[in-house]
C-alpha cells in the first residue's frame, strides 16, 4: 500500500539553526499538507500546498516557515531561525484531491531544538 | 474560522464496555467526517470516515452517526479491548485543510 514517507524521522538542533524536513507524498495525490503536534497536544494545521503553490495557511505557519516542491516527488518544509517551542511532532500528509478527502499521514519528524 | 470541538478529552472504560465520542463542527459547508487513530509515537491513522449523504457507518466494532441539523457527529466503539486504547481525532474539512479535533485519550481497562 502506497505510503507517505518523510525524513528524518528525528532531528536534534540548536536554537537558531534551519532545519529542512523532507516528505513524499503518495504518488498520485495531488495536495500536499505539513501539521504539526506539539507533545500530547492536537494535531494543528500548517499549510496545504496544491498546484506547486500554497493554497491555505495556518497562523502558525509564519514566515520563519516555508514549504517548496523542488521536483516531481519532494514536499519540503523550511524552519529557519528555530526556537524551541517549534520543537515538536511534523507531519507531512497528502490527498488524492482537496477538500472533503481524506489525508493521509507520514510516520513523521520529531524535531528537538536544543 | 473553522473549529471542530471534542469531548471527553479523556475516557477510560471496562474491556468489552462501549465507548462514545463526540464531537461538533461550525462550517456547514462540511460533508467530510474521518476519524483517527493515533496510537502512542506514532502517525494518526484513518479508522473511519462518513459523508454527509448518509447519517451512520459502521465497521465492525466501530460506527460513526451524523447529524448534520445540529453539526455534530460521534465515534462509537463496542465490545472494547486493551489494543483499543490510543487517542483518537476527529476531524472536519475547513477550506484547503483539514481541521483536527483536540482527541480524545482512550483508556480501555483489561
Known amino acids: 500500500e502506497p505510503e507517505v514517507t518523510q525524513t528524518p524521522s528525528h532531528q536534534v538542533t540548536q536554537m537558531g539553526q534551519e532545519v529542512i524536513l523532507r516528505c513524499v507524498p503518495i504518488?498520485?495525490?495531488?495536495?500536499f499538507y505539513w501539521y504539526r503536534q506539539i507533545l500530547g497536544q492536537k494535531v494543528e494545521f500548517l499549510v496545504s500546498?496544491?498546484?506547486?503553490?500554497?493554497?491555505?495557511k495556518s497562523e502558525i505557519f509564519d514566515d520563519q516557515f516555508s514549504v517548496e516542491r523542488p521536483d516531481g516527488s519532494n514536499f519540503t518544509l523550511k524552519i529557519r531561525s528555530t526556537k524551541l517551542e517549534d520543537s515538536a511532532m511534523y507531519f507531512c500528509?497528502?490527498?488524492?484531491?482537496?477538500?472533503?478527502?481524506?489525508?493521509?499521514f507520514g510516520e513523521g519528524s520529531w524535531l528537538t531544538v536544543v | 474560522g473553522e473549529n471542530v470541538e471534542q469531548h471527553p478529552s479523556t475516557l477510560s472504560v471496562q474491556e468489552g464496555d462501549s465507548a462514545v465520542i463526540k464531537c461538533t463542527y461550525s462550517?456547514?459547508?462540511?460533508?467530510?467526517f474521518p476519524w483517527y487513530k493515533q496510537e502512542l509515537g506514532k502517525r494518526p491513522q484513518l479508522i473511519i470516515d462518513?459523508?454527509?449523504?448518509?447519517g451512520e457507518k459502521k465497521d465492525q466494532r466501530i460506527a460513526v452517526t451524523l447529524n448534520k441539523t445540529a453539526k455534530h457527529f460521534s465515534l462509537h466503539i463496542t465490545e472494547t479491548q486493551p489494543e483499543d486504547s490510543a487517542v483518537y481525532f476527529c476531524?472536519?474539512?475547513?477550506?484547503?485543510?483539514?481541521?483536527f479535533g483536540a482527541g480524545t485519550r482512550l483508556f480501555v481497562k483489561a
Open positions: 500528509a497528502s490527498s488524492e484531491t482537496g477538500r472533503r478527502n481524506t489525508i493521509y
Open positions: 504518488s498520485n495525490h495531488l495536495y
Open positions: 500546498f496544491y498546484n506547486n503553490e500554497i493554497s491555505e
Open positions: 462550517d456547514s459547508a462540511s460533508n467530510y
Open positions: 462518513i459523508r454527509s449523504n448518509v
Open positions: 476531524a472536519a474539512p475547513g477550506g484547503f485543510k483539514t481541521i
